[in-house]
């Protein structure tokens, strides 16, 4: 596609529910990004995903949340039992290859989810 | 461990005003350094710095490498109410963590008619 993908663009949810947020890159791209940012504050490093390489999950918060990605196409974070501190956008984010080599990463327009 | 860290973290100006923002970083095999502006959901690309002492200039915003020192600062002359943005600085590396790229906290910038 022409740019970062991602859906829902808001969702709403009950406490203890279960949700999916997608994220499909720009085509072509093999590198896939997860940040989540709250309220007033910066970018939270969640995962990443390279090709075919393991994902880099250093920065999920709990084992509630979780994501996959099928090659190097669309991306699902699913976040399991919703708590309220879970409330914030869910930003995607993708770049040719590694962005130590030059490539800068272009992002989605975000997922705004809301646990109530 | 590494890191970026921005300053100020928010700052009000009013119109026709020059503004520095900036970002000093902790980054292992450091590669390049990164501005976005974000208005509303999505960050938007503003630069990439790889070399030192080069000035990058889009219109009125620029914005300039200090290996040595390990810092950038981005400038933006004669700012206007659209510049009003979280501007965010990131550094990437060679095969670190978080997918080579660590995020600062940005910066709020607010600028008033």
């Known amino acids: 596609g022409a740019g970062v993908s991602q859906s829902p663009s808001n969702k709403v949810t009950e406490k203890g529910k279960d949700v999916e947020l997608r994220c499909d890159p720009i085509?072509?791209?093999?590198?896939l990004y997860w940040y989540r940012q709250r309220l007033g504050q910066g970018l939270e490093f969640l995962i990443y995903?390279?090709?075919?390489?393991?994902?880099?999950k250093s920065g999920l918060p709990s084992d509630r949340f979780s994501a996959e990605r099928t090659g190097e196409s669309v991306s699902t974070l699913t976040i399991q039992r919703t708590q309220q501190e879970d409330s914030a956008v869910y930003l995607c984010?993708?770049?040719?290859?590694?962005?130590?080599?030059?490539?800068?990463?272009?992002f989605g327009e975000g997922s705004w989810l809301t646990v109530v | 461990e590494d890191k970026v860290v921005q300053s100020p973290l928010s700052l009000v100006v009013h119109e026709g005003d020059t503004v520095t923002l900036n970002c000093s970083y902790e980054?292992?095999?450091?590669?390049?350094l990164l501005w976005y502006k974000q208005e509303k959901k999505a960050p938007t690309f503003l630069f990439m710095l790889t070399s030192s002492g080069i000035e990058k200039k889009s219109g009125r915003l620029s914005s300039i490498l200090d290996k040595k020192e390990l810092f950038s600062i981005l400038n933006i002359t004669a700012t206007q109410t659209g510049d009003s943005a979280i501007y965010l600085c990131?550094?990437?590396?060679?095969?670190?963590?978080?997918?080579?790229?660590?995020f600062g906290k940005g910066t709020k910038l607010s600028v008033k008619p």
């Open positions: 995903f390279q090709g075919n390489s393991a994902p880099d």
């Open positions: 984010a993708s770049s040719l290859s590694f962005t130590s080599f030059g490539n800068t990463i272009y």
């Open positions: 990131a550094g990437g590396n060679y095969g670190g963590s978080q997918g080579n790229l660590i």
């Open positions: 085509s072509g791209h093999t590198a």
């Open positions: 980054v292992t095999n450091f590669r390049s």
